[in-house]
Nanobody, 115 residues
Framework: QVQLVESGGGLVQPGGSLRLSCRNSGSMSGIGIMGWYRQEPEKERELVASITRSGAQNYADSVKGRFTISRDNAAKSIYLQMDSLKPEDTAVYYC?????????WGRGTQVTVSL
């Protein structure tokens, strides 16, 4: 079973930084790509960044150069370091993990970028 729990969200001023964490309290067996998605009210969920088991990374154009995804398989966790945050980064951020054709999601953590 895969159970993803996110943490680290909050309120930050524009230009500030936050670090999100996502830990899988279940098994990592068969888990391939993991990633972070975000969703604003009344908008579709969008990919922010993803990382393979071996560490290959992929980023949305809107966050390239500002966000960094990392993974610690032994800790069953992924992280998202978010720097130079902008108001348009405000959203609920969700952790995601893929096992074969099944996608697992966390419950999300709110990130608000505002003065």
């Amino acid at each position: 079973q895969v159970q993803l729990v996110e943490s680290g969200g909050g309120l930050v001023q524009p230009g500030g930084s936050l670090r999100l964490s996502c830990r899988n309290s279940g098994s990592m067996s068969g888990i391939g790509i993991m990633g972070w998605y975000r969703q604003e009210p009344e908008k579709e969920r969008e990919l922010v960044a993803s990382i393979t088991r071996s560490g290959a990374q992929n980023y949305a154009d809107s966050v390239k150069g500002r966000f960094t995804i990392s993974r610690d398989n032994a800790a069953k966790s992924i992280y998202l370091q978010m720097d130079s945050l902008k108001p348009e980064d405000t959203a609920v951020y969700y952790c995601n993990a893929a096992r074969s054709l099944v996608l697992y999601w966390g419950r999300g953590t709110q990130v608000t970028v505002s003065l």
